[in-house]
């Protein structure tokens, strides 16, 4: 059975997900190296179409979260979802003392929804691996899956959020929400109400560059701070998780999917940036065994070493520049493609759990940065966080702000 074949049979699968697995099937169709380009096209395909819960359902929702005296909690409560998650609705309300905001309403049932998907998505996985041994996949299946079950708890979500305020309070150009723990609950969380647009919609507007740059350069912070200064990455980066603030700030949304990596492993990404920099075959060798790859030769470490000069060489040039200055749109798509073809010529590789999310927010936020058309010194802003890089200092900070939020630190 030849490949196109084979991603319908990948889409049938998939195409059966019916809770937030499916932004995961639509991840997998855009990330340039997770899947070969007929399998992507069937993918993306794909559409999430959770219909709203009306009113009524709404009112029943909130009273098995809140009690039957629940609208009493609130001065105003909209009765139409104000934006929709993946997990659930987001109705916007005021609070009896005056206070805007975002309440996160868990859709029903969510938790059977998500263990029918991650089914799937074993099967699906289970299907690829078959046709294509570039990957092992294995623990990118556990890695999804445990950080979906993770989403499923709003009070997590919220010690998520605090974490970010914490690490973030400092960054003028960054707004966080608030949570309000008296009106949360594991399924139901409510925030502060940010004012802000879309960054799609400011982007449609097609902006001047000036006004581009400003915003890029407060997603840059928003996103780098908290991963080169305490290791704590935002792992769900697309354009909705995001709204420009009135001075072109940036307003940071949706804390479910946040991954705590190890002191060692952002090491690790340093080094690796200084081996490619520096052409160094043994530098990036020791760095990608640091992550957790093993079994790699000389060769499976040239391939791999293909696609991190292309998410590393917008770091390298100390000169202001887009994020890509090719102007053709699949040449991350070729890239990926022959690193394909090098892993499958060389047995393929293991990739440990923690390079799936910090893959997937690498090139999520360059998409970003390259739908914006941003210009910026990409060089000068990652070095003023990595200069100071001490793996020691990294853990202390890590730790303490882990404990004062209540954020797990088994991450």
């Not at 799937?120 to 691996?129: C, E, G, I, N, T």
Request: hydrophobic share 40%; net charge negative.
């Amino acid at each position: 059975m030849n490949r196109s074949a084979h991603a319908e049979d990948l889409k049938s699968i998939l195409g059966g997900l019916k809770g937030p697995l499916m932004k995961v099937a639509q991840f997998l169709s855009t990330i340039p190296d997770a899947l070969p380009p007929e399998y992507a096209a069937e993918l993306a395909q794909l559409q999430a179409n959770a219909p709203p819960m009306g009113w009524p359902f709404v009112k029943r929702r909130m009273t098995s979260e809140l009690g039957t005296g629940w609208e009493g909690r609130f001065a105003e409560f909209g009765r139409e979802a104000a934006a929709a998650a993946s997990l659930g609705q987001v109705h916007r309300g005021r609070t009896v003392e005056g206070q805007d905001v975002a309440c996160k309403l868990q859709y029903p049932d969510m938790p059977s929804v998500v263990e029918a998907d991650l089914r799937q998505l074993r099967l699906a996985l289970s299907l690829y691996h078959r046709m294509d041994n570039a990957l092992q996949n294995d623990d990118i299946y556990k890695e999804l899956s445990e950080r979906l079950r993770e989403e499923l708890d709003y009070v997590r979500e919220a010690a998520q959020m605090r974490l970010y305020g914490l690490m973030l309070r400092d960054a003028h150009d960054v707004t966080v929400p608030e949570p309000l723990m008296t009106l949360t609950t594991p399924r139901l969380l409510t925030m502060t109400w940010l004012p802000g647009r879309s960054l799609q919609g400011v982007l449609d507007e097609n902006p001047p560059l000036e006004t581009r740059n400003q915003i890029a350069r407060s997603l840059f912070i928003a996103w780098y701070i908290p991963l080169y200064r305490y290791g704590v990455i935002h792992g769900d980066p697309h354009l909705g998780n995001y709204q420009v603030r009135s001075d072109n700030g940036v307003n940071l949304l949706d804390f479910g999917a946040i991954r705590v990596f190890r002191p060692h492993f952002l090491r690790g990404v340093i080094d690796l940036f200084e081996a490619i920099r520096d052409n160094d075959e043994d530098k990036a060798h020791n760095a990608y065994e640091g992550w957790g790859f093993t079994g790699l030769s000389r060769e499976k470490t040239d391939v791999l070493n293909q696609w991190a000069r292309f998410l590393y060489e917008p770091l390298i040039e100390d000169r202001v520049r887009l994020i890509q200055e090719t102007n053709d749109p699949q040449y991350g798509r070729e890239i990926a493609q022959k690193v394909h073809q090098g892993l499958q010529r060389t047995g393929g590789v293991k990739p440990p759990r923690e390079f799936v999310l910090m893959d997937r927010s690498a090139i999520g936020l360059g998409s970003v940065f390259l739908r914006m058309g941003a210009k910026l010194n990409w060089h000068r802003m990652f070095h003023e966080l990595i200069d100071s890089f001490n793996e020691d200092e990294l853990a202390a900070r890590q730790a303490s702000a882990l404990t004062e939020v209540g954020v797990p630190a088994s991450l």
